[in-house]
């Protein structure tokens, strides 16, 4: 009796143990099924002792792929995300750093599958701290009828850092360029320090320096000896 029961009409049976399973699936709630995620991250690198410099920007992105509910997966976002590496511990003789799951903090309920890379390479080098010279930057040609008698800088020199192989003993820090074919009077301005190159810093709060340019008209005062020629005291050349 039983077998027949399970027999009979065992086509219809089927069908609708079918359109269970799928009205199941349909409506089961979002909060009960999961889905997975691809996000990408930066990776924070903090704690960098200050002996030490970086003496390139590393590759620092993280791919992760987590795991959630399917009610909240589609608002995850790489911002709800972070990660930090603490260099607090780390030496110039150390180039790959282990990255692990418990420097990536991800929001509740949410799981990480898997990242990559395991490791990022940093190459880490000793801090060099070197006085330079300011040297102002003058390019075009005063108007006719004037020279330039004298040009000043406040301050004549500067403290900078940056890794050791990146500082060189003949660097200088140089202005932004002033434009001295529309001069036709004394003026003191100020302008922008420019680093020799982009990996120094300079120890200073106020990286501005103030450029004093005395200008005069030719045959006029105590240099008209000079025939019309650049007093030999300006301090910075005069580039066209």
Request: proline share 8%.
């Amino acid at each position: 009796m039983i077998r027949d029961l399970l027999v009979r009409n065992w086509q219809l049976k089927v069908l609708a143990l079918l359109l269970a399973l799928v009205l199941w699936i349909i409506l089961i709630p979002e909060e009960k099924t999961f889905a997975e995620k691809n996000l990408s991250l930066n990776l924070e690198l903090v704690n960098i002792p200050p002996e030490v410099e970086i003496l390139e920007p590393p590759d620092t992105t993280l791919n992760l792929k987590v795991r959630a509910r399917k009610r909240i997966i589609n608002e995850l976002r790489p911002e709800d995300f972070s990660a930090r590496l603490d260099l607090s511990r780390a030496s110039i003789y150390q180039q790959e750093y282990l990255i692990d799951t418990s420097m990536i903090k991800t929001p509740s309920d949410v799981e990480i599958v898997n990242f990559s890379p395991a490791y990022v390479h940093i190459k880490l080098e000793r801090t060099k701290k070197m006085e330079m010279e300011v040297v102002p930057t003058i390019i075009g040609r005063l108007p006719e009828g004037y020279r330039l008698e004298k040009v000043e800088v406040t301050p004549t020199r500067v403290m900078v850092a940056g890794p050791e192989s990146k500082i060189r003993a003949r660097d200088k820090v140089i202005t932004s360029p002033i434009d001295a074919s529309t001069l036709t009077a004394s003026v003191v301005l100020e302008v922008d320090l420019i680093l020799p190159r982009p990996e120094l810093r300079l120890l200073t709060p106020y990286p501005r320096a103030r450029v004093n340019l005395v200008i005069e008209k030719k045959g006029s005062g105590s240099s008209a000896q000079g025939g019309g020629k650049q007093s030999a005291r300006s301090t910075a050349p005069v580039r066209n």
